[in-house]
């Protein structure tokens, strides 16, 4: 296993240009600020003044860096499925706002997801080094977690979870878990990083049980495991992840209500906590504006919102607790099935960082599948929190990644490649996750 490891990071050979280190920290810092800095921002509900000036800097900062080295981008990722269903649904979602419940809310979220998208996103399209980018963000969450340990001993826990620094004990829950993945990943490595995965999933497995957040720990073990196996099955069989994940949610389509079913035979409760209810309503709603929804992140938190004439409980909501229902409900159907081609795409790339590096492989399909499962129960997509800004970095990384299983000559720029460099394969060999074309 540390051969492999070796070899893929000693594989990842960066061209050099000015501002690469800078361009290179950038996604680390953005997730270092969402996790350590947001939180602690007060928000009166009308918008933090922080938040608002912070990614417009950053997003400045990140593009300045981009377009002096322009010729240097790799087009080819640009054109990747992930990043091309990624730009259509935001340019959905722009346009969504013409017929939004409330425009001025969905448009002022709409342009914080765009500048987040460039901070995270970007910065791959230029060659800048991978190295240690998931060591820099696994740092940022062991930090994270060792500050929510704190609050946990200092402060007392609400009656349904502990949240930590967070409003919400399933924040906690999501950084915790997510911090539980991460680790799994540098345990494989050794010196110091090892023994930070250490500390940091002892503490991420403590918060989770904290925070009460049963699903989520629940989801993040099966995310592990249902990874490994995938990566098996796909060098056995030549299938991709997305198929893999594909023949799983067409198998559950055999099965009356999976997910009610699953969580009675849990917690002995086929309501998921109230959540049937939620989702029933949530249904009525989409049912009124099946095709364009009722506006990008224009429905929940805004004046007089539609949710108000909900019944009980449910009006009280914050979310349909289900992403791929706040995706309908937000965009319709249009918008749900580009999102959702989003999704599969960046499962299917995945196969090609197998080839190239099957522990990085690894660890980005466990994110991935963690986010899909948690959606399920709760909406993550789009949102900024733990979950959602780890997989928007995982996605922009692994697409990368999958382009560079092509090893170029590194002192070229990509429109200087010649066919024979071009056409380069990787040799074979006979280990698991070898490269090979």
Same mark, same amino acid.
């Given at each position: 296993m540390s051969?492999?490891?070796y070899r893929a990071e000693k594989s990842n050979v960066p061209i050099g240009f000015s501002g690469a280190t800078l361009l290179a920290i950038?996604?680390?810092?953005?997730?270092?600020?969402?996790?350590?800095?947001?939180?602690?921002?007060?928000?009166?509900?009308?918008?933090?003044?922080?938040n608002i000036l912070f990614w417009p800097v950053v997003a400045v900062l990140t593009l300045t860096l981009v377009f002096p080295n322009w010729a240097r981008i790799d087009r080819r990722f640009f054109r990747s499925i992930p990043v091309v269903s990624l730009i259509t649904y935001l340019v959905f979602a722009a346009a969504s706002v013409t017929w939004a419940y409330s425009p001025d809310y969905a448009f002022s979220r709409l342009v914080v997801q765009v500048l987040v998208s460039i901070v995270l996103v970007m910065p791959y399209a230029l060659p800048i080094s991978t190295k240690y980018t998931i060591t820099g963000v696994h740092l940022c969450y062991a930090v994270a977690l060792a500050v929510s340990g704190i609050y946990v001993l200092t402060t007392p826990a609400s009656p349904i979870g502990h949240p930590g620094y967070f409003t919400h004990k399933q924040e906690l829950g999501l950084l915790a878990a997510s911090g539980v993945i991460l680790s799994s990943h540098e345990l494989l490595h050794r010196g110091w990083r090892r023994l930070v995965a250490l500390v940091a999933m002892v503490l991420g497995f403590w918060l989770v049980f904290a925070s009460e957040s049963k699903s989520a720990l629940a989801f993040a073990l099966?995310?592990?495991?249902?990874?490994?196996?995938t990566m098996v099955l796909c060098k056995r069989t030549r299938l991709t992840p997305a198929i893999v994940v594909a023949a799983v949610v067409v198998a559950s389509m055999f099965v009356h209500n999976p997910i009610e079913r699953i969580g009675y035979r849990l917690y002995? &409760? #086929?309501?998921?906590?109230?959540?049937?209810?939620? %989702?029933?309503?949530s249904n009525y709603r989409i049912s009124q504006k099946p095709w364009l929804g009722w506006g990008f992140h224009s429905y929940f938190f805004v004046p007089n919102s539609p949710q108000n004439e909900a019944p009980g409980y449910v009006r009280e909501m914050p979310s349909s607790h289900s992403g791929y229902l706040d995706l309908k409900l937000e965009t319709g159907r249009i918008g749900y099935w580009i999102f959702l081609v989003f999704i599969y795409s960046s499962l299917h790339l995945l196969e090609r960082v197998r080839r190239h590096d099957p522990v990085r492989a690894w660890f980005y399909l466990s994110i991935e599948v963690f986010a899909i499962l948690i959606n399920?129960? &709760? #909406?993550?997509?789009?949102?900024?929190?733990?979950? %959602?800004?780890?997989?928007?970095f995982v996605v922009a990384e692994a697409v990368k990644v999958s382009l560079e299983s092509?090893?170029?000559?590194?002192?070229?720029?990509?429109?200087?490649?010649?066919?024979?460099?071009?056409?380069?394969?990787?040799?074979?060999t006979v280990r698991f996750g070898s490269a090979r074309p």
């Open positions: 051969k492999l490891i950038m996604p680390v810092f953005a997730i270092f600020y969402v996790l350590l800095v947001l939180p602690f921002l007060p928000d009166d509900g009308k918008g933090r003044v922080e099966v995310a592990l495991v249902f990874s490994w196996l002995g &409760d #086929s309501t998921l906590t109230g959540r049937t209810g939620i %989702w029933a309503f399920l129960l &709760d #909406s993550n997509w789009l949102v900024l929190n733990p979950l %959602w800004i780890l997989y928007l092509k090893v170029a000559d590194p002192t070229r720029l990509p429109g200087q490649l010649s066919k024979k460099a071009d056409s380069q394969r990787l040799p074979r």
